[in-house]
């Protein structure tokens, strides 16, 4: 028996005045996706459009969740408009999952025009929490200035959106499904693929496995405490971590992937991965790790609950790169970091005798000079590390690198780290948090701010806290200029440089979930001295931190008695 062919069908909308994407796609709380009538259609239709439409049709797209509340609704609807859209091809992981580094490795590999991933990243997940769209483009990697301007274009205008409503897909069936629609010449196919295995076939043909399962294996097995934070991390952690590379069982922990994640933000951080801290402050593991809910960062720890900052972090894997098969095969040929992230990796690359960059906040950044030869590894100081093996930061793989490192100096995470510094000096490096400010409040505080050390008497001017005198060097609103194509991205933050290389930087951040505005305060000091590298972080930057309140008068301005998260 025939069936008929899908019934394509244009359902008419109203613009929506809220739907620019930021850093990370856009992000609301769940309830305005969930709830807004068409909130959802419309920015689908409005990714969909700002695609040309030559390249467009029969084109293949990957799609992928964290797994967090309203993912799998929203897959069924991707797929029903993609279809009525001129989409030739989805690729989406086994029940909609999988991880944004898992998404970046499908689309270089199947050379897809793009991704779209759902998710909020270390934002709460649930009905109360946050839900985010984000679109990867051909390379990978996150969506341009560029993109991201031409789908808010298109959704401040939009009238109608094109769905198939009748087309209905089982994301729990693998395999390829296909779908005739009315109109179209050629059926349009779904492909139902395993979560893991691409990216798990990227990353052998990265590391040494054996030498990684030697270390966790044996008798002098190192043993290792992941928490996955019930994000979509426990597929690959339990595949990945424990089958190929024969860490035990119970090396993993909340591996299951829940809409709310447990209950608890899924932040790889002090604050919210405390289970991880305090076991691993028991002494029983030499290596702990957790990851967000979509894997593109994580939190490394070594026995003892002996911290590794994500800024240090990048810089002691700069230092081992050759410790992976991938970079002796393919040669280190420069670095990257955001301008928030403290300047331990200028240290490395300066010994290397490499060239560091120095971006805006947000992965879309290192990809231009990724995909131009310039730059093989990239960190920001929010907990995400990359190279140029994918177009994101990827938290396994910083696992692996760490688990190689390990392997090769058959050394534990501390000696790694204070050798490092030894050799290098160490950035101590803090940041304060003060999220859900009120957005004209927040904006006027920056502006004010700015004015204060533009100010050329401000260049001049000494700060004395306790037996310390920090001297200003200079100041700036970071502006970057992209060496591959020229482009300009200005009021990237404000630079505040001592002159013994010590730092304070203010930033506004752009992707929370639409609950109001977040102000970032950075302070970094550099230590040349190894007697005094144990010395606790908030007392050394205490006095930076302490000029900071000052200057900016946060608390007064905002109401608030301290920041909501210290990392």
């Known amino acids: 028996m025939e069936t008929s062919p899908i019934p394509v069908v244009t359902v008419q909308t109203a613009p929506f005045d809220d739907q620019r994407p930021g850093t990370s796609g856009l992000r609301r709380k769940t309830a305005v996706f969930e709830g807004k009538k068409n909130y959802l259609q419309n920015y689908i239709q409005s990714l969909l459009s700002s695609i040309d439409l030559r390249d467009r049709q029969g084109c293949t797209m990957v799609v992928g969740s964290d797994g967090r509340y309203f993912s799998r609704a929203a897959t069924e609807l991707i797929v029903q408009m993609a279809a009525a859209n001129g989409i030739g091809r989805l690729v989406i992981g086994h029940n909609g999952l999988l991880s944004t580094p898992a998404v970046s490795c499908i689309i270089r590999k199947i050379k897809a025009i793009?991704?779209?991933?759902?998710?909020?990243?270390?934002?709460?997940?649930?009905p109360g929490g946050d839900f985010g769209i984000k679109f990867n483009v051909a390379n990978g990697g996150?969506?341009?200035?560029?993109?991201?301007?031409?789908?808010?274009?298109?959704?401040?205008?939009?009238?109608?959106?094109?769905?198939?409503?009748?087309?209905?897909?089982?994301?729990?069936?693998?395999?390829?499904?296909?779908?005739?629609?009315?109109?179209?010449?050629?059926?349009?196919?779904?492909?139902?693929?395993?979560?893991?295995?691409?990216?798990?076939?990227?990353?052998?043909?990265?590391?040494?496995?054996?030498?990684?399962?030697?270390?966790?294996?044996?008798?002098?097995?190192?043993?290792?405490?992941?928490?996955?934070?019930?994000?979509?991390?426990?597929?690959?952690?339990?595949?990945?971590?424990?089958?190929e590379l024969g860490a035990p069982a119970n090396s993993a922990v909340n591996c299951v992937p829940l809409?709310?994640?447990?209950?608890?933000?899924?932040?790889?951080?002090?604050?919210?991965?405390?289970?991880?801290?305090?076991?691993m402050k028991g002494g029983d593991f030499g290596f702990g790790a957790a990851f967000d809910?979509?894997?593109?960062?994580?939190?490394?720890?070594?026995?003892?609950?002996?911290?590794?900052?994500?800024?240090?972090?990048?810089?002691?894997?700069?230092?081992?790169?050759?410790?992976?098969?991938?970079?002796?095969?393919?040669?280190?040929?420069?670095?990257?970091?955001?301008?928030?992230?403290?300047?331990?990796?200028?240290?490395?690359?300066?010994?290397?005798?490499l060239a560091l960059y120095e971006t805006p906040t947000g992965w879309r950044y290192f990809g231009n000079l990724m995909d131009s030869g310039r730059c093989s590894l990239c960190g920001e100081e929010s907990f995400g590390t990359g190279s140029d093996h994918i177009r994101e930061k990827d938290g396994l793989w910083s696992v692996l690198v760490w688990l190689s490192i390990m392997a090769a100096r058959k050394q534990g995470v501390e000696q790694i780290a204070r050798e490092h510094w030894a050799k290098f000096g160490r950035n101590y490096f803090c940041r304060f948090d003060y999220e859900g400010l009120d957005p004209r409040a927040a904006f006027y505080l920056m502006r004010d701010l700015e004015a204060v050390i533009s100010d050329k008497a401000f260049t001049s001017q000494k700060f004395a806290v306790g037996d310390h005198i920090y001297s200003v060097e200079r100041t700036d609103n970071f502006e970057y200029i992209d060496p591959v194509d020229g482009t300009v991205a200005r009021n990237q933050g404000l630079r505040i440089v001592f002159n013994d290389a010590a730092r304070l930087v203010f930033r506004m951040s752009g992707s929370g979930g639409g609950m109001g505005a977040t102000i970032r305060i950075y302070a970094e000091s550099f230590e040349r001295d190894p007697e005094r590298h144990s010395r606790e972080t908030q007392v050394v930057l205490g006095p930076l931190i302490a000029i900071?309140?000052?200057?900016?008068?946060?608390?007064?301005?905002?109401g608030r008695r301290g920041p909501n998260v210290i990392t």
């Open 114 to 126: 793009g991704g779209i991933i759902l998710t909020a990243s270390h934002n709460p997940g649930g």
């Open 142 to 243: 996150p969506s341009p200035d560029t993109v991201m301007e031409r789908i808010h274009q298109v959704s401040r205008t939009l009238e109608e959106y094109a769905i198939c409503p009748d087309l209905r897909i089982d994301l729990s069936r693998l395999g390829r499904h296909e779908f005739d629609l009315e109109n179209k010449f050629k059926p349009f196919r779904v492909e139902i693929v395993d979560s893991v295995e691409v990216y798990l076939q990227m990353l052998r043909n990265i590391f040494d496995f054996s030498a990684i399962k030697s270390l966790l294996t044996g008798p002098d097995q190192l043993k290792i405490h992941i928490d996955a934070m019930n994000g979509v991390m426990g597929l690959y952690v339990r595949r990945i971590l424990c089958d």
């Open 259 to 279: 809409e709310d994640f447990g209950g608890r933000p899924p932040e790889p951080n002090l604050t919210y991965a405390t289970s991880l801290v305090d076991a």
């Open 293 to 353: 809910a979509d894997g593109d960062r994580y939190m490394i720890l070594g026995e003892n609950g002996f911290f590794v900052s994500p800024s240090d972090s990048v810089a002691i894997m700069a230092a081992n790169l050759s410790t992976i098969p991938y970079f002796r095969q393919q040669g280190v040929r420069g670095f990257a970091r955001s301008m928030a992230t403290s300047t331990a990796l200028d240290r490395v690359a300066k010994a290397m005798k």
């Open 548 to 558: 900071a309140l000052k200057i900016s008068n946060i608390h007064e301005r905002t």
